[in-house]
């Protein structure tokens, strides 16, 4: 079974605590609390450019090296399915 990720961010949903909720407050199964809440994204301005930027933030603070941390965004973040539909 493929690891679900958040389809805006890349974070893992494999906690249910992590994901984000629908208008009728169920649980939604393709993006996290952090991207998408009662329906809609919490950040609707947000870029794919930024995402990578955040992205790579997100890494360099669990220790990654910046190059490293900027290659895994770049191969990750354009394949989520809110920046295929821009
Ligand atoms: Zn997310």
Redesign the pocket.
Known sequence: MPIVI??????PLTNEQNK?TNENKTLNDE??????QDGTFVHPERTMEDQIEIGVEMSKKLWMPEDKAREIAFETIPKLKRWQEQ
């Open positions: 958040c389809q805006s961010c890349g974070m984000g993006f996290c609390k952090f991207c998408f």
